[in-house]
């Protein structure tokens, strides 16, 4: 089954507007690349840095989905350099994750 997942990230690392832009497309074009993610997004606010990546996965049940999407966003983090140290300090951190069952996109 596909899941649709939201994970709500807040970055707090002291970069400006501009360098934080790019680094959130890094992140995207990362999710992108990876296996088994689906459609990514972003949305969010570079004023606050608090940040929605939203993308589908495959998998057979909702506990699994979940790991899978923390997974793949962390590798999309880690892909441009940053870390994610339980998902604290200077850094990205977590602040909501939803999951839900994709519907299926009319023909």
Do not use: C
Request: net charge negative; aromatic share 8%.
């Amino acid at each position: 089954m596909i899941y649709q997942v939201e994970l709500t990230v807040v970055f707090s690392a002291p970069l400006d507007v501009d360098q934080l832009d790019e680094l959130t497309d890094q992140v995207l074009d990362k999710l992108y690349e990876l296996e088994n993610v689906i459609d990514p997004d972003l949305g969010g606010s570079m004023t606050s840095r608090v940040f929605t990546f939203s993308f589908g996965v495959e998998e057979a049940t909702l506990a699994a989905a979940q790991d899978h999407a923390h997974s793949a966003l962390r590798t999309a983090v880690h892909a441009t350099g940053g870390f994610t140290p339980g998902w604290t300090g200077d850094g990205w951190s977590e602040r909501s994750m939803t999951t839900a069952p994709r519907e299926p996109i009319p023909a």
